[in-house]
């Protein structure tokens, strides 16, 4: 999965298009402006209820083509003190999305090109239209630390590598939880094919086991499948430490579960579902993110001084925070059509399936509300209370 997306030379993430209509996607962000500015007004009431620092670190991971932070920005200049005190921290590893994030946020120049050996961790410049600076990194690692911090994590944790196991049974004897593989047969025209691997690996022994111990029982016996994800453990670990040492919050937001995740890799071509296994590097891939496991991971590894806080659906999230006053302001001074774009993107983040003024067959009808797809999870420092749209 993680060659796959990321690989240097084919990976997917780093030599195509993969947003928007010409691309497998389409991510909130590219719905609606509405989203964008949402998590604007998200991140400006938890920066008041951090004291208002004069320093704030926005940072987010995996940002896409850049719409959501343009969106933000643009939507939060009227909070002069907020603005002011902004640096972005983008967090990408790809060259063709982070040029298209300097082209969103106007940042001068181009990524300089690195032949014959490892690119460096920063990239810096700044935005010419929001007069903040911006810097590129490959991990989270690479920011800076001590300024009080801001994460986004928008559809960014579901395309980390998963592992998958499932519980395997003989004729004879039981064998237990063993890992879900990829092989070749050379003999086939598609010679990728999932197998069991025959005994645990190192991964079940590891991190298989870390994740039944935070479930009963009885729940592992109603479960054949499960998958986890290392690196979203180690990246919500990550997020946590930031909070406790900084100040500040995290938030994700990702199509998932809050309890075990059973059987979700998926990939997406051209907006429809193939098979995994399918022309590697042509698809997206990704996964449900586990959002049971990484409040446990939070919970177990991070100061007292940091709590976690839902998840709650989307559709919650953004209600709370008046998208339905923001969508009347804007349709009140729109055209006709631009009226019903902004309505279409309304329901697709908030709605749930077709939307409900148009028949079988109108323009529109096939379009499914995400409302209660997408969950949004925060981390917080204690210390400052629930963030805006979550409870104690």
């Not at 592992?220 to 994800?229: F, G, L, M, P, T």
């Not at 996964?287 to 001084?305: N, Y």
């Not at 148009?358 to 409302?371: A, F, N, T």
Request: include cysteine.
């Amino acid at each position: 999965m993680e060659e796959v997306l990321t690989n240097p030379s084919a990976g997917y993430y780093l030599h195509q298009e993969v947003f928007g209509a010409a691309g497998s996607f389409i991510t909130s962000p590219d719905v609606s402006q509405m989203f964008g500015e949402m998590i604007g007004i998200w991140s400006v009431s938890l920066w008041e209820k951090m004291g208002k620092p004069r320093k704030l670190q926005l940072v987010e991971l995996g940002p896409g083509r850049g719409t959501l932070m343009q969106d933000l920005l643009r939507s939060t200049l009227t909070f002069k003190d907020f603005s002011k005190a902004l640096s972005i921290h983008f967090v990408e590893c790809s060259p063709a999305l982070r040029k298209q994030q300097r082209r969103a946020l106007q940042c001068p120049g181009e990524e300089k090109k690195h032949e014959g050996g490892d690119r460096p961790a920063v990239e810096n410049s700044r935005s010419q239209r929001f007069e903040t600076n911006v810097s590129w990194y490959l991990d989270l690692k690479d920011v800076p630390r001590g300024v009080p911090t801001i994460i986004i994590a928008q559809e960014f944790f579901d395309a980390l590598p998963i592992h998958q196991f499932q519980h395997r049974l003989s004729q004879k004897t039981p064998v237990g939880w063993c890992e879900k593989l990829i092989d070749v047969d050379s003999r086939q025209a598609n010679p990728f094919r999932f197998v069991l691997s025959s005994q645990p690996t190192a991964a079940t022994l590891l991190y298989l086991k870390k994740r039944l111990n935070w479930i009963t029982a009885v729940e592992e016996e109603s479960i054949h499948h499960i998958e986890v994800c290392p690196k979203a453990l180690q990246v919500s670990q990550e997020i946590a430490k930031r909070v406790a040492e900084d100040s500040g919050g995290g938030i994700i937001i990702d199509y998932g579960k809050d309890e075990p995740v059973t059987d979700s890799f998926q990939a997406i071509r051209n907006h429809e579902f193939v098979n995994v296994l399918d022309k590697p590097g042509t698809a997206d891939l990704s996964a449900h993110v586990d959002f049971a496991a990484i409040k446990r991971m939070v919970a177990e590894t991070a100061s007292p001084t940091v709590s976690t806080y839902g998840p709650i659906f989307q559709q919650e999230f953004l209600a709370m925070l008046g998208i339905n006053v923001r969508l009347e302001a804007l349709v009140k001074d729109a055209s006709d059509e631009q009226g019903e774009k902004l309505q279409l993107g309304y329901w697709r983040l908030v709605g749930e399936g077709p939307p409900p003024w148009l028949s079988e067959g109108d323009d529109g009808y096939k379009i499914q509300g995400m409302g209660k797809h997408y969950r949004v999870l925060a981390i917080a420092d204690s210390k400052l209370g629930a963030p805006a749209c979550f409870r104690q």
